[in-house]
């Protein structure tokens, strides 16, 4: 998969760099990235592997991992995680306490839905998912802001053990220019 950058006025969404494992460690020592997310990043040395894998993924065009900078500043995480030759994927973020309430994860999620959906990528993607545990109502406004609808109400599950919501957006949503 070729590298991609994808930019708004304000935001940067860019593979993850190994240069990037001191402030990814440092994000990821957050209570609340760690409480709601899965994947966990403990130190520098975890972050080193954490940002190979996310090198794997992109080259196995599985697991598009961005970092999200904002100001030239990495201040969270978004992935585009797809099925080889299906037409839907999955979107999961997260971001550290310095860019929460800025609207930073609603407008990534936007910047990188509106790029899976357009067919003039190597993604062209048709619907996209984005599963949140049903206890955090921020990721729930995050999903209704960057337009994507509750679907519904999932089982508990690991690593949470607790019930999830899915959204979901369809790629005629989305205005392509």
Not at 28 to 48: F, I, M, N, P
Not at 159 to 171: M, Q, V
Request: charged share 25%; proline share 3%.
């Amino acid at each position: 998969m070729t590298t991609v950058v994808l930019r708004s006025t304000d935001l940067t969404l860019r593979p993850w760099e190994q240069g990037d494992a001191g402030v990814l460690a440092a994000l990821a020592d957050d209570e609340e990235v760690r409480r709601w997310t899965s994947h966990r990043v403990a130190g520098l040395q975890d972050a080193v592997r954490w940002i190979a894998t996310q090198e794997a993924g992109w080259e196995s065009g599985k697991r598009l991992s961005f970092a999200i900078l904002m100001t030239g500043r990495v201040v969270g995480h978004i992935v585009l995680k797809q099925s080889g030759g299906e037409t839907r994927g999955e979107v999961g973020y997260w971001t550290g306490a310095s860019a929460r309430g800025l609207g930073v994860a609603s407008r990534a999620v936007e910047l990188l839905t509106t790029w899976a959906f357009d067919t003039r990528t190597e993604v062209g993607l048709s619907r996209l998912e984005l599963i949140h545990n049903a206890g955090n109502p921020a990721s729930c406004r995050v999903a209704q802001k960057a337009g994507y609808t509750l679907e519904s109400v999932l089982p508990p599950r690991a690593p949470h053990e607790a019930e999830g919501h899915l959204h979901a957006r369809e790629r005629s949503t989305v205005h392509l220019s």
